[in-house]
Nanobody, 117 residues
Framework: QVQLVESGGGFVQPGGSLRLSCAAS????????MAWYRQAPGKQRELVAT???????IYEDPVKGRFTASRDAASNTMWMQMNSLKPEDTAVYYC???????????WGQGTQVLVSS
């Protein structure tokens, strides 16, 4: 069973930065797509950034220009650098991965990000 473990969340003031990590228990080369989602209190989980095995990363409008996601097969890790954080970025952030050969999807347990003054 593939495991994804997020880390790097925490408390930060508006305008601050955090760097999230998602460590996979197996080679991330098997994942066609990896992505970051978030879920704010009382809201549905939403897509934040998509990091395909090949091709360009895709960012959703609320985070464009502020967040940068990447993946590294050598370390089996996906990251997301979050800059210029806003209170509306407060959420639990989840790592998602979709396996290329069968479309199986995996989720991490989430890491909390709290942006507040």
């Amino acid at each position: 069973q593939v495991q994804l473990v997020e880390s790097g969340g925490g408390f930060v003031q508006p305008g601050g930065s955090l760097r999230l990590s998602c460590a996979a228990s197996e080679s991330i080369f098997m994942f066609e797509t990896m992505a970051w989602y978030r879920q704010a209190p009382g809201k549905q989980r939403e897509l934040v950034a998509t990091v395909p095995r090949y091709g360009s990363r895709i960012y959703e409008d609320p985070v464009k220009g502020r967040f940068t996601a990447s993946r590294d097969a050598a370390s089996n890790t996906m990251w997301m650098q979050m800059n210029s954080l806003k209170p509306e970025d407060t959420a639990v952030y989840y790592c998602n991965a979709v396996r290329a050969n069968d479309g199986a999807a995996y989720w991490g347990q989430g890491t909390q990000v709290l942006v507040s003054s």
